[in-house]
């Protein structure tokens, strides 16, 4: 691999998402990220760049194969650009898959409570405190694996994103549960509400169930029509649907 090689791929993996080498050798630069434990090696292929993804666990080799075609944890990428699509995405979704998210949620929870005087721990302002940083680190893993885009619309506007739940913060057993970016989808605003009051959920092929209280004229306004459907739908996010299904409003 030449000099030229060498600097494109590291530049490319700094800028999105592995930004230290793990290992360099004469042939293949393996580059790593301090957010998440994924690392991935690249060496050439003739004038093709091969991305072998090292340490990746099922779970996000089940999720890339939604976007790239991957054999043996080797994705080949013809171009520069292809390579920092690929970094951009496996980053993206090796730090918001479970458990990722809960390890941060905990790093930085422990960070927060620190600041916090003795007299005023286990009390409700540290619960507040759990709550805040558990919904901001929800909000940003459903970002980071929506790609920044609303899961029906594919509207890219973060202000109006919200990260939707569908086994309710409060009814969750587990920080696992309240922080699984399977647990829900990232929503616009008005679609979030109408998630969150089950007035809407979405059937095993991931189109939109609206409730019998929404009358034709609204459905309308709102936008809400039979074509209305999720971008995609994993495996994982079954069980809290199913349970959500079971509880849309219908008389």
């Known amino acids: 691999m030449d000099a030229l090689k060498r600097t494109l791929i590291e530049k490319a993996g700094h800028d999105f998402?592995?930004?230290y080498s793990v290992k360099d050798t004469p042939t293949a630069l393996t580059l790593g990220s301090a957010r998440h434990p994924l690392h991935i090696e690249v060496s050439m292929l003739n004038?093709?760049?091969q991305v072998h993804l090292i340490n990746a666990r099922s779970i996000l080799i089940s999720e890339l194969k939604r976007d790239f075609s991957i054999s043996e944890h080797v994705i080949i990428c013809s171009s520069i650009q292809e390579l920092a699509t690929v970094f951009r995405r496996a980053a993206a979704l090796a730090h918001s898959?479970?458990?990722q998210v809960e390890h941060e949620f905990e790093f930085v929870l422990e960070e927060e409570l620190k600041k916090l005087p003795d007299e005023i721990k286990n009390t409700e302002v540290e619960r507040l405190?759990?709550?805040?940083?558990?919904?901001?680190t929800y909000r940003k893993a459903m970002l980071e694996y929506w790609g920044g885009a609303c899961a029906v619309t594919g509207v890219a506007i973060?202000?109006?994103?919200?990260?939707?739940h569908a086994l309710p913060w409060a009814e969750c057993k587990t920080d696992g549960q309240r922080l699984d970016v399977y647990n829900g989808?990232?929503?616009t605003a008005n679609l979030d509400a109408l998630f969150d009051r089950l007035l809407i959920s979405f059937d095993k092929a991931g189109y939109?169930?609206?409730?019998?209280?929404i009358s034709e004229e609204d459905r309308a306004y709102l936008g809400l029509n039979s074509q209305l459907k999720l971008r995609w739908l994993?495996?994982?996010h079954e069980s809290y649907l199913e349970l959500h299904r079971a509880r849309l409003l219908v008389n």
Do not use: H, K, M
Request: negative net charge; hydrophobic residues 40%.
């Open 97 to 99: 898959l479970p458990n």
């Open 158 to 164: 973060p202000e109006i994103l919200r990260a939707s």
């Open 17 to 19: 998402g592995f930004e």
């Open 234 to 236: 994993a495996e994982r």
């Open 185 to 187: 989808f990232l929503l």
């Open 208 to 213: 939109c169930l609206v409730s019998e209280l």
């Open 47 to 49: 004038t093709a760049y």
């Open 129 to 136: 405190v759990r709550q805040r940083v558990g919904q901001d």
